[in-house]
């Protein structure tokens, strides 16, 4: 059997004369290494997401800035960080197009975010200004270094995934899931209550995590699971 192909969102690198899409290679390695093949995807103006998603077995959505506030039907606050509207807009359509195929999909940091408020649910805007004795989630470090530890939920995906209770994770983040999406359940939580990972009530490989394994499991091998389950999962779909 062929490889699993999964799409993974990049971002429009727009400090160059000429706009690049870009994405980091630890995405790509992670893929590869859990037997899968990585197709970067950039934000399209003639291509429907049913034209990219007809060609795909999976899809990752990655990292990055902020989504606008609007998509989860707020007004900008104190905090909020850089967005790109034309990143934004063409995720959602992604989302919700590969949503309604059930497509296998792992959505890391921004992506887990993305996911949630393509489901209708909302994020913090800037964890510091809202969340009372937050824990510190964006620390200046490599992104190979843990930082605060996750509790998971019994019998979840989660649990499963890393066959533990409790872990520690790397985290790089200021913004977060608030109120879940439709279909949603919470499936680890940090210290602080932020919620760390969630996946969907129906069963199907969907799965949102707020750190980033891509950055961890070189040295970590346990974090290369998320990646092995959504190949896992393309492979079946197929």
């Given at each position: ?32 290494k ?7 995807l ?5 291509l429907?997401?049913?034209?990219i998603?007809d060609?795909?077995?999976?899809v ?26 034309e ?26 975010q993305l ?14 200004r ?13 992104p ?7 509790r998971t939920?019994?019998m979840s ?12 994770v ?8 608030h ?18 990972a ?10 949102g ?8 499991f ?16 393309a492979?079946?779909?197929?």
């Open positions: 059997m062929s490889h699993p192909l999964i799409g993974i969102t990049g971002y429009i690198d727009r400090s160059r004369p000429v706009p690049y899409v870009a994405l980091k290679r630890s995405y790509l390695a992670a893929i590869e859990a037997g899968g093949i990585p197709v970067v950039g934000p399209s103006a003639t429907r997401p049913s034209e998603l060609r795909l077995d999976g990752l959505f990655s990292g990055g800035g902020d989504l606008a506030p609007w998509y989860y039907g707020e007004e900008p606050r104190q905090g909020l960080g850089s967005y790109d509207l990143r934004d807009a063409w995720e959602l359509a992604l989302f919700c197009a590969a949503w309604d195929r059930k497509m296998p999909m792992l959505g890391i940091c921004r992506g887990c996911m949630n408020a393509g489901l209708g649910g909302s994020l913090y805007q800037d964890i510091g809202e969340v009372p004795q937050a824990l510190q989630h964006d620390p200046q470090v490599p190979h270094e843990l930082g605060h530890s996750i939920a019994r995906l989660m649990e499963r995934l890393f066959g533990t209770g409790s872990l520690r790397n985290s790089f983040h200021h913004q977060a899931v109120e879940l999406g439709q279909g949603l359940i919470a499936t680890a939580w940090a210290p602080d209550g932020i919620i760390e969630f996946e969907p009530e129906d069963g199907r490989f969907a799965l995590v707020q750190f980033h394994p891509e950055g961890l070189e040295l970590h091998p346990v974090f290369l699971a998320p990646f092995a389950a959504l190949i896992e999962a492979a079946d779909r197929r």
